[in-house]
Nanobody, 127 residues
Framework: QLQFVESGGGLVQPGGSLRLSCTASGFPLDWNAIGWFRQAPGKEREGVSCISKADHTQHYADAVKGRFTVSRDAPNTLDLQMNSLQPEDTGTYFC?????????????????????RGPGTQVTVSS
């Protein structure tokens, strides 16, 4: 069973940066789409950035375009570089994957549909 562990969260001042990492383990170590989501108290869960094998595309939420960058430095990792952080970026960030079925990057992020997810890491942006 595919499992995720996130790390890299913390407290940062507005305008600062953080780099989140997601490490996957289990068998099979494969997915059709993978992405980062966030959940803030009182707000809906939001797809931050997603990558799809089906259409080889990446999707970013409008709120993070130009500030966040997703990358895969190893076959079992998914990193999220977050720059110019603002208080509204505060929340629990977790990675998730679509294992069964096909998903485009945009569909995964916008519809917020996935088969498995990690517990998340807290990001707090405050002065």
């Amino acid at each position: 069973q595919l499992q995720f562990v996130e790390s890299g969260g913390g407290l940062v001042q507005p305008g600062g940066s953080l780099r989140l990492s997601c490490t996957a383990s289990g068998f099979p170590l494969d997915w059709n789409a993978i992405g980062w989501f966030r959940q803030a108290p009182g707000k809906e869960r939001e797809g931050v950035s997603c990558i799809s094998k089906a259409d080889h595309t990446q999707h970013y939420a409008d709120a993070v375009k130009g500030r966040f960058t997703v990358s895969r430095d190893a076959p079992n990792t998914l990193d999220l570089q977050m720059n110019s952080l603002q208080p509204e970026d505060t929340g629990t960030y977790f990675c998730a994957a679509v294992v069964h079925g096909v998903a485009t990057a945009r569909a995964m992020c916008v519809l917020r549909e996935y088969d498995t997810r990690g517990p998340g890491t807290q990001v707090t942006v405050s002065s």
